[in-house]
């Protein structure tokens, strides 16, 4: 079918170099598949590059636009079977189709290299890449003050180590690719006027293929194993914080680095205890004798219990510092602070002596109080 690169890209056919490069950068942000994370993104996203690499371009543009769509009827799309970065599937792009095409002013390497986190493009690399894994860990309160080393157990890709991740027999059996003559590249050249480079789909870039495949990993050159892994927890960490261990994720294919390993922390809820920050904030109730005459009550830190001394005459509503009994900072020296809030315990009950003994006392104010005025 036709494609009008014009509608993909949302411009008029007079549009401007600068406008085509404006609406190209909105359409590749919108529709990044690493923002949105569909297979429908990735399409689009390949959709747009392919309308901006024909449209940005001088000479790709005038026969474009003197051809039409043309080039779909006439044996193959200039462009690397309809899709500028080769193998292009998704979270492996690979941009040396791109940028093998000479005498081209693509800026996409800069935009990639915001997206993808890398400098110059190299896609072989990139694509190679490992999985990041991500999992869960459940702690304590007091856990996640102090911090602490647990061994994770989980199934995750490791190197197959017959083959050394190379997927080849005994790690050598390899033969040149024919396609690419051992290249890695092919060469397009359509109507006589484009010459294109796009990665080999055969080898993907490899320039070679596996003659013989290893029978430990079945050619894969990774096994699933159960693997422990060491994780310190550093005191400080707070719920919904992730842990990052490099390359401790899925293996990477043909010694390429592994992927990343996130554990995702989860601090669970500990009674009368409420984080604020570095400090831990705990409710009290003190008997509204206590809170008049003064008295000690115990209080429960993440260290132990201590003894908290309520002076005489304490309102409701005080706070007291229990210094350094907080959480440890995270990136600092220290600890925060416990917050202890001591409210009044008023009796909604009293017993027959309780009642005579307030009231004699109520009585003691009464007459305080009428001296007053
Ligand atoms: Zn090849
Ligand atoms: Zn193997």
Redesign the pocket.
């Known amino acids: 079918m036709a494609k009008d690169f014009y509608k993909t890209l949302g411009v008029d056919k007079t549009a401007s170099a600068a406008e085509i490069k404006k609406a190209f950068r909105k359409l590749a942000h919108e529709h990044h598949p690493d923002k949105n994370g569909n297979a429908d993104n990735a399409d689009k996203f390949k959709e747009i590059n392919e309308a901006y690499q024909v449209l940005s371009n001088k000479e790709k543009r005038q026969q474009y636009d003197q051809f039409g769509s043309t080039f779909d009827g006439a044996g193959g799309n200039p462009f690397g079977g309809g899709n500028p970065f080769g193998q292009g599937n998704m979270g492996g792009f690979d941009f040396s189709g791109a940028q093998g095409a000479q005498g081209q002013d693509f800026d996409l390497g800069d935009i990639f290299g915001q997206f993808f986190g890398g400098g110059a493009p190299n896609g072989r690399a990139r694509s190679q890449k490992g999985q990041d894994i991500q999992v869960d860990m459940e702690i304590s309160l007091k856990e996640a003050v102090f911090g602490k080393s647990e061994v994770l157990s989980l199934r995750k890709q490791v190197v ?1 180590e ?2 050394t991740g190379t ?1 080849a027999d005994k790690g050598t059996s390899y033969e040149d690719c024919k396609t690419c003559a051992g290249t890695g590249k092919i060469a397009t050249t359509v109507l006589g006027t484009f010459r294109t480079q796009t990665v080999c789909p055969e080898c993907h870039g490899q320039g070679k293929l596996i003659k013989d495949k ?1 029978g ?2 079945h050619g894969q ?1 990774f096994n699933e194993e159960n693997t422990d892994i060491q994780v310190e927890v550093p005191g400080g960490i707070d719920n919904g914080q992730a842990i990052r261990l490099a390359g401790q994720g899925n293996a990477g294919k043909n010694g390429s680095p592994a992927g990343d390993l996130y554990v995702t922390i989860h601090v669970k809820n500990e009674p009368n205890f409420t984080r604020q920050g570095n400090d831990l904030i705990s409710e009290y109730d003190v008997p509204f004798t206590m809170a008049a005459l003064g008295g000690d009550i115990q209080v429960k830190t993440i260290d132990g219990k201590v003894k908290l001394k309520i002076p005489a005459g304490t309102p409701s509503g005080k706070q007291f510092i229990l210094r350094d009994k907080g959480v440890t900072h995270l990136r600092a020296r220290g600890r925060g602070n416990q917050i202890v809030i001591v409210n009044i315990d008023v009796p909604t009950k009293l017993t027959k002596k309780q009642k005579q003994l307030l009231e004699e006392l109520n009585k003691e104010f009464e007459v305080k109080k009428k001296s007053w005025f």
């Open positions: 197959c017959p083959c997927g290893c430990a990993c050159g």
